[in-house]
């Protein structure tokens, strides 16, 4: 019985915070998007580690997955990136005339290119995946692609599934 009275009494509540005007709802969490960046061991995860190490600060949305070179990224892992949930993908890969790999960096931007055309089919915006250039000595830069995807994807909203 007690159980009963205090579920009772705590739908009441609800109703009278609802009746009074006060907002409980989904409106008062802000939606923080998931980020799923693929960073090329050589030059980008480089430039995120050296961002780390003097302490700039970036939000966590991003989840780092480093490759050995952004040219070993398969478009399907882009895919199930958004598939599994997160709401933007990053690719960084090293500018073009730095890849470790030596022209890795330019299958990644071939396959980039054909990404955004299929991401267009399955009707993802492509301002939910970035292809960017971040090299071992920017750790600046590093920083502000990770706060201007962060914030382009706050922007649209979660990814309608």
């Not at 292809?131 to 071992?136: C, I, L, W």
């Amino acid at each position: 019985m007690q159980n009963s009275f205090f579920i009772k009494k705590k739908e009441n509540s609800n109703a009278d915070a609802f009746n009074s005007g006060t907002k409980k709802s989904c409106e008062t969490v802000s939606f923080e998007p998931k980020i799923i960046g693929f960073l090329c061991n050589w030059c980008s995860y480089a430039g995120a580690d050296k961002a780390g190490t003097a302490q700039k600060p970036y939000p966590p949305n991003v989840s780092v997955i480093r490759v050995m070179c952004s040219g070993r990224i398969d478009p399907q892992f882009i895919l199930d990136a958004f598939q599994k949930g997160a709401d933007g993908v990053m690719v960084l890969a090293c500018h073009p005339g730095d890849c470790h790999y030596k022209e890795g960096n330019y299958r990644a931007v071939q396959r980039y290119r054909l990404l955004l055309k299929l991401l267009k089919q399955f009707g993802i915006e492509a301002e939910r995946c970035r292809f960017d250039y971040v090299s071992a000595g920017e750790g600046d830069r590093f920083v502000s692609v990770i706060n201007e995807t962060v914030k382009a994807v706050k922007k649209l909203g979660p990814l309608k599934r």
